[in-house]
């Protein structure tokens, strides 16, 4: 009797209850809802580009592949594995950080490249059927990058239902600003710290304010471990690396040697800088893997705005110095009052990583905008800034610093209403989304350990 009563309680343990499946996989029932939908609008809104079709013959000179490729993959390296992990240095979220990233930033492409498409062509007052070339793939990998900064400051707080309502939500406010940026205010902002990093960070600390269980915050385990941070250093090594090719996929010709100069010059005194300023800081003048892991890359956000501009390798060299120590006293000092006096949580930091730096960046290509020579480059000035046509340089360096706050504008605004949406959407308000939530194998903590 007692065989057959475990036998009966094993098979009972195997089945499903169909109530329980339909309200736990929810985001089964959402992804199959993005793929049908997106099949649709891609048979409806999108066709090749011409180079896809076959039009230039064999023309290989003007293949857009042999251009942008190289650098595109390098991106998408960054989106992939850069950002996934870096945020696996929390031992509870490891998982989640880079499978999620994994789905969200596939998600993100796909419907960043038509919803992207379809505000550009609103505020053009111009209707057209979305081309598809590989710049739109590389668009498509900058909307991601926004998306997944978001993400970055909700891990651990957000369950994946929550997330999938998030991306489309985000990405309409995306495209609003950047299409505002781009064709309204002609602002250049070659490497995204203002429509990327800057938008990505202030939205998501909004989400993650409007959220956030404030009575549960002080229980939360957000702690790391050896191992996990060993493993976020992968993601800030591929992130390092890589970032001129993200701040300089777009640019042609002259601009695009200043990018990657500019970047890597800025990159790299970011990182002596944060060293420095980790030691100088930090209890018992001890580095901290959190300042490393973050704070190195600060000078690749902060000079995304100018990378293109002749503002000469000493300016490089300033803003990445400027941009990581920011980080530093930003995990320091700027983070832990954020939380304790307006109970503002940020998973990973990216108030000091993406947000101070792509504020300073912002800053730096206003001033760079406003003192700019014609004469200084080698192409026409409207090649570099498409509103000099008709603008002075004061005038495009104005425009430069509307941008900049219209990005703010948006970006938190528009995360305080997302938040509020999805905070309808939240299954258990007390749950606490560890990797064992989503994932199989793993054991879900009891009450006494959330």
């Known amino acids: 009797m007692e065989i057959?009563?475990?036998?009966?309680?094993?098979?009972?343990?195997?089945?499903?209850?169909?109530?329980?499946?339909?309200?736990?996989?929810?985001?089964?029932?959402?992804?199959?809802?993005?793929?049908?939908?997106?099949?649709?609008?891609?048979?409806?809104?999108?066709q090749y580009g011409v180079e896809a079709v076959g039009d230039t013959g064999s023309d290989t000179s003007s293949n857009t592949i042999n251009t942008?490729?190289?650098?595109?993959?390098?991106?998408?390296?960054?989106?992939?594995?850069?950002?996934?992990?870096?945020?696996?240095?929390?031992?509870?979220?490891?998982?989640?950080?880079?499978?999620?990233?994994?789905?969200?930033?596939?998600?993100?492409?796909?419907?960043?490249?038509?919803?992207?498409?379809f505000f550009h062509c609103l505020f053009k007052n111009h209707w057209e059927i979305l081309t598809l070339d590989i710049t739109s793939l590389i668009t498509g990998d900058f909307a991601a990058g926004a998306v997944l900064?978001?993400?970055?400051?909700?891990?651990?707080?957000?369950?994946?239902?929550?997330?999938?309502?998030?991306?489309?939500?985000?990405?309409?406010?995306?495209?609003?600003?950047?299409?505002?940026?781009?064709?309204?205010?002609?602002?250049?902002?070659?490497?995204?710290?203002?429509?990327?990093?800057?938008?990505?960070?202030?939205?998501?600390?909004?989400?993650?304010?409007?959220?956030?269980?404030?009575?549960?915050?002080?229980r939360a385990d957000?702690?790391?471990?050896?191992?996990?941070?060993?493993l976020a250093m992968v993601g800030t090594i591929f992130?390092?690396?890589?970032?001129?090719?993200?701040?300089?996929?777009l640019a042609s010709g002259n601009s695009q040697h200043r990018v990657v100069i500019n970047t890597v010059l800025a990159l790299t005194n970011s990182c002596i800088s944060a060293f420095f300023m980790s030691r100088l800081l930090r209890p018992h003048n001890k580095f901290s893997m959190e300042d490393i892991q973050n704070a190195t890359l600060a000078g690749g956000v902060a000079v995304g705005s100018s990378a293109d501009l002749v503002i000469g390798p000493y300016a490089s060299l300033i803003i990445g110095a400027v941009a990581g120590s920011l980080s530093v006293i930003g995990y320091t000092y700027i983070q832990p009052y954020l939380q304790k006096k307006f109970k503002l949580h940020d998973?990973?930091?990216?108030?000091?990583?993406?947000?101070?730096?792509?504020?300073?960046?912002?800053?730096?290509?206003?001033?760079s905008a406003s003192v700019v020579s014609d004469s200084v480059y080698g192409d026409s000035i409207t090649d570099v800034f498409p509103g000099r046509d008709?603008?002075?340089?004061?005038?495009?360096?104005?425009?430069?610093?509307?941008?900049?706050?219209?990005?703010?504008v948006i970006s938190m605004g528009g995360?305080?209403?997302?938040?509020?949406?999805?905070?309808?959407?939240?299954?258990?308000?007390?749950r606490e989304y560890v990797d064992a939530v989503s994932y199989t194998h793993l054991t879900l903590p009891t009450n006494r350990e959330v």
Not at 70 to 86: E, T
Not at 160 to 167: D, G, S
């Open 4 to 46: 057959e009563q475990k036998q009966q309680d094993a098979e009972l343990n195997t089945k499903w209850n169909l109530k329980e499946k339909l309200q736990l996989n929810l985001h089964n029932y959402l992804i199959v809802i993005f793929q049908i939908v997106s099949i649709i609008l891609y048979s409806i809104f999108t």
């Open 68 to 117: 942008y490729y190289p650098m595109f993959q390098d991106v998408h390296v960054m989106i992939f594995i850069g950002f996934g992990f870096l945020m696996t240095f929390l031992r509870k979220y490891s998982f989640s950080s880079v499978g999620m990233n994994f789905l969200i930033a596939a998600i993100t492409i796909q419907y960043s490249i038509l919803i992207n498409g």
């Open 149 to 218: 900064i978001t993400f970055g400051a909700l891990l651990g707080k957000i369950s994946v239902e929550q997330l999938l309502i998030l991306v489309p939500l985000e990405l309409i406010f995306y495209s609003i600003n950047e299409s505002l940026g781009v064709e309204v205010f002609k602002a250049v902002d070659m490497g995204g710290s203002m429509y990327v990093h800057t938008f990505g960070a202030y939205f998501g600390l909004a989400v993650s304010y409007m959220i956030v269980n404030k009575d549960k915050l002080e």
């Open 222 to 230: 957000f702690r790391s471990s050896k191992t996990s941070d060993l």
């Open 239 to 249: 992130l390092w690396l890589y970032w001129p090719s993200f701040n300089g996929v």
């Open 347 to 367: 998973t990973c930091g990216v108030h000091n990583l993406h947000g101070m730096p792509g504020i300073l960046g912002g800053i730096s290509g206003w001033i």
């Open 390 to 408: 008709d603008r002075t340089a004061g005038q495009q360096g104005g425009f430069q610093l509307l941008a900049l706050i219209v990005t703010l």
């Open 415 to 430: 995360g305080a209403l997302t938040g509020k949406i999805i905070n309808q959407a939240r299954p258990e308000k007390e």
